[in-house]
């Protein structure tokens, strides 16, 4: 094996898709490219990391809700372009022609879109790490969409897309806790 900086470590074990995040500020509405995000047990209980580098992390606080929007591989131009510019200098909805759908639940808006979407609150927030923590309220998946591969940020600007599922159901149900 060869030597790897630790500085790239992350790089091996980055978690979760690539999601958009969207928030809505009072005024309007905003979206935000997250590459790390994790489930934090076997609810809908969820984890991301963004700060006040983000123009959304401002609603994201004063607010305390969202949506987790989830993009499939045809969208990676549109999630790492949306990741490349700030809401604070324009409506990325129309520069990247996503489709607002009212959400039931938060004012954020659902990306039409996405293959996903669920409405959250913000439960936590820990500066220390850039972490906040989620509670989804309400969740969508739109299963007539035809591409459902997810997106993996390598962290370096890399990306990996979802490839073939494999089904081991069966072996792990006498394993699982009940209820999952």
Known sequence: MEELPLSKAFTLIEPGPVVL????????DNVMTITWTM???FSASFAMTTGPWNYSYAALEKNKECVIAIPTADML?????IGTCSGRDEDKF????LTR??????RAPLIAQCLANIECRVVDIVERHGIVVLQG???YFDSARK????????????FTI???TLDRKEMMRSKLPDGV
């Not at 591409?147 to 890399?158: F, M, P, S, Y």
């Open 162 to 164: 979802d490839g073939r």
């Open 94 to 97: 129309e520069k990247f022609g």
């Open 77 to 81: 131009d549109t999630a790492v372009g």
């Open 21 to 28: 995040v969207t928030t809505h500020d009072g005024r309007r």
């Open 147 to 158: 591409e459902k591969r997810l997106l993996h940020a390598i962290g370096d600007g890399t």
């Open 39 to 41: 489930v934090l047990d």
């Open 137 to 139: 309220v309400a969740a």
């Open 101 to 106: 759908v009212k959400a039931r639940r938060v």
